[in-house]
């Protein structure tokens, strides 16, 4: 079989033609094809060990097709092009070895990719485009899309639970997976392990943080532990060319569609390894914490901000727009003067007017105050109202606020902690 073309036809087929890479995998897919999980492949020595993972998983119902890109920048520098020739080698091998009907690896190789846009959410949008080729091929417009990496591993139910979260989940366009870093091992050093643990309770802290501010955004965003529907992924324009940071924005916008949810039955295991691919996440914050022995965190005094506009939404629709100066007065100054830096008064205005029911309002409120601009108003009082803080402070008067009762005050018993909290997650989404 050649490549396959489109004629575009309905929303999907416009956006592959319009926007989609052009198909690079050949073979006709499982007709029944459900699954497809996407794993960018930049200078990586542990490939195997993530794709055996997901080789060693209980087979779902459904087929499943692992997409992984090996990728580089067209002036990539020669060591790297030899560690993606060896690694192409490898998992070219290793698949020839390792034959299901129902769980096919293809290997994309994209070793020419414009320097200006190279990088993790190029591959990333190469890989799940291809993923919405072959779905569509099959006519599966609500097939899924999974984010994985190709230093992570997942515990063996991890394709059961994902294709049973969506068959129960009907109305999800996309879920978070559980994942945990390790906390010991022989794989890195001791520094290494006590840096992970404190930037995951960093991670996780902010999500509880903005839960207990009542944001109904607050979901774990890590590219190697998602999934979407294939309609709401080619909706939403696909993933993004970002060379960092690509899966929190891409997923804000699934979030903003509404019954997001969370897949915390299985496991996914990122590494904690150090790097500076990126300027933040865990690789970045792993090398920052190795070389300079710090790590902080944002004062629980900026979530307490962020709770007291959100207690005041219902007020700002229901009250005359000359009233809302007065309402705001009660903002703290940091939060006022983000507000007006953003011209709020105006935008909500605008909400307001366009909106016809308090339900719709919040909506559209939260579509403006969203994670995105909740991330730079923290940066902003930050810089001028507030310091970092240490994470186990944080983590420890967050803990008394929300009265959660911990077994103790170091940072594992802490990360164990919010680990149970965010495992107990928003509740199953109705039907």
């Not at 909400?351 to 579509?367: G, H, M, P």
Request: with cysteine; glycine share 6%; hydrophobic share 40%.
């Amino acid at each position: 079989m050649g490549f396959y073309f489109y004629v575009p036809m309905d929303y999907i087929d416009a956006y592959l033609a319009k926007h989609g890479f052009r198909p690079q995998i050949a073979e006709e897919p499982h007709p029944r094809l459900n699954l497809c999980i996407v794993i960018p492949c930049y200078n990586e020595f542990d490939l195997l060990i993530s794709l055996q993972s997901i080789w060693n998983c209980t087979r779902p119902q459904m087929a499943v097709e692992v997409i992984v890109v090996v990728n580089s920048p067209e002036n990539c520098a020669s060591d790297i092009l030899e560690r993606n020739k060896i690694t192409l080698q490898e998992a070219s091998l290793w698949v020839n070895n390792h034959f299901d009907q129902t769980l096919r690896f293809r290997i994309i190789h994209r070793p020419d990719l414009p320097a200006k846009f190279a990088g993790v959410g190029l591959a990333r949008k190469i890989g799940m485009d291809e993923a919405a080729y072959r779905l569509n091929l099959v006519n599966n417009k609500e097939g899924i899309i999974a984010g994985f990496d190709a230093d992570a591993v997942c515990a063996p139910n991890y394709l059961v639970e994902v294709e049973n979260h969506f068959k129960v989940n009907k109305k999800t366009p996309g879920a978070s997976i559980y994942y945990e870093h390790p906390m010991s091992g022989i794989t890195f050093d001791d520094t290494i392990y006590a840096g992970v643990c404190l930037y995951e309770l960093h991670l996780r802290y902010i999500n509880q943080a903005l839960r207990y501010a009542k944001h109904p955004h607050s979901y774990h965003t890590v590219g190697s532990s998602f999934a979407v529907r294939m309609d709401a992924y080619v909706k939403q324009g696909g993933m993004n060319k970002r060379q960092a940071g690509e899966d929190f924005y891409f997923l804000q916008k699934i979030i903003a569609l509404g019954n997001f949810s969370e897949i915390n039955t299985t496991l996914i295991v990122p590494s904690p390894r150090e790097s500076d691919r990126v300027p933040f996440g865990t690789g970045a914050s792993m090398k920052r914490w190795k070389t300079e022995g710090v790590l902080k965190t944002y004062h629980l005094k900026a979530f307490d901000d962020i709770k007291a506009l959100i207690g005041l939404v219902d007020q700002f629709f229901e009250s005359a727009p000359e009233n809302v100066p007065v309402i705001l007065a009660t903002l703290s100054k940091a939060m006022r003067d983000y507000l007006q830096m953003n011209d709020f008064e105006n935008e909500l205005k605008s909400i307001v007017e366009n909106s016809a029911s308090l339900n719709t309002f919040r909506d559209r409120f939260f579509r403006w105050f969203n994670a995105f601009r909740m991330v730079k108003f923290l940066n902003f009082s930050h810089e001028k109202q507030y310091e970092k803080s240490e994470i186990v402070e944080e983590a420890k008067t967050l803990a008394k606020r929300i009265e959660a009762q911990t077994n103790g005050n170091e940072v594992k018993e802490l990360l164990e902690l919010y680990r149970k909290l965010d495992k107990s997650g928003f509740g199953v989404i109705s039907q």
